[in-house]
């Protein structure tokens, strides 16, 4: 139905950035909202920040100040820019469409922040 394809992870050193890019594919009518989230080792998916399709976003105390999520609704793409990044920021980052209010994930990219 829908495909999500992420890229922009990597390997950085603290305080480095990292731009992050999701863009979707397939059967796509209406996008109801999107966003990003995030699995460090050892603890569950969180919510980093999201994307409302009535133009409000939502960021995570940790990440607020530090991380901005935007979109290119042309392309279909949901950005996560990451700056000021710390080690323990290091995860797994997956992005989630709603498309019809179904949810699809991507297959995430690692963000590996060293001190």
């Known amino acids: 139905q829908v495909q999500l394809v992420e890229s922009g992870g990597g390997l950085v050193q603290t305080g480095g950035s990292l731009r992050l890019s999701c863009a979707a594919s397939g059967s796509i009518s209406s996008i109801n909202a999107m966003g990003w989230y995030r699995r460090a080792p050892g603890k569950q998916r969180e919510l980093v920040a999201t994307?409302?399709?009535?133009?409000?976003?939502n960021y995570a105390e940790a990440v607020r100040g530090r991380f901005t999520i935007s979109r290119d609704n042309a392309k279909n793409t949901v950005y996560l820019q990451m700056n000021s990044l710390k080690p323990e920021d290091t995860a797994v980052y997956y992005c989630k469409v709603l498309v019809l209010w179904v949810a699809y994930w991507g297959q995430g990219t690692q963000v590996t922040v060293s001190s």
């Open positions: 994307f409302i399709s009535g133009g409000s976003t």
